[in-house]
């Protein structure tokens, strides 16, 4: 296909709607271990090529987790510069992010089924 054509915008499309649908769970996932700050956040997703989110995006998602009790907050003073609110993992976020890491295996399997030759 040619650069620019009506099915690059269709493949666009595609591929940020499997980005919106495990964004949050990758975030999650990335907060796992330790609180993470966002442009920390954004800086991972970057790192990972097909998971690259901007700040516009991830700034409203945090929200959205803080909101659902998914994960609190802290602000921290930083060396380089003023301060970083941190996101960490509630109960309930990790118990979320495991409910996710339960089923996407299945999920994920059957559509590589109906992908397969």
Do not use: H, N
Not at 27 to 42: F, I, K, N, S, W
Not at 73 to 90: A, D, V
Request: with cysteine.
């Amino acid at each position: 296909m040619e650069q620019g054509s009506a099915g690059d915008s269709y493949l666009g499309k595609v591929e940020s709607q499997l980005r919106k649908g495990v964004l949050e769970y990758c975030v999650l996932a990335l907060m796992r271990d330790e609180p993470r700050y966002g442009v920390e956040l954004v800086q991972s997703l970057e790192a990972s090529g097909a998971l690259a989110a901007s700040q516009g995006t991830i700034y409203p998602l945090l929200s959205r987790l803080r909101r659902a009790d998914l994960v609190t907050t802290t602000w921290k003073e930083s060396t380089s510069g003023p301060p970083r609110r941190y996101y960490r993992l509630t109960d309930a976020g990790l118990a979320a992010l495991e409910d996710f890491a339960r089923i996407w295996p299945a999920f994920r399997d059957a559509v590589d089924d109906f992908l397969a030759p």
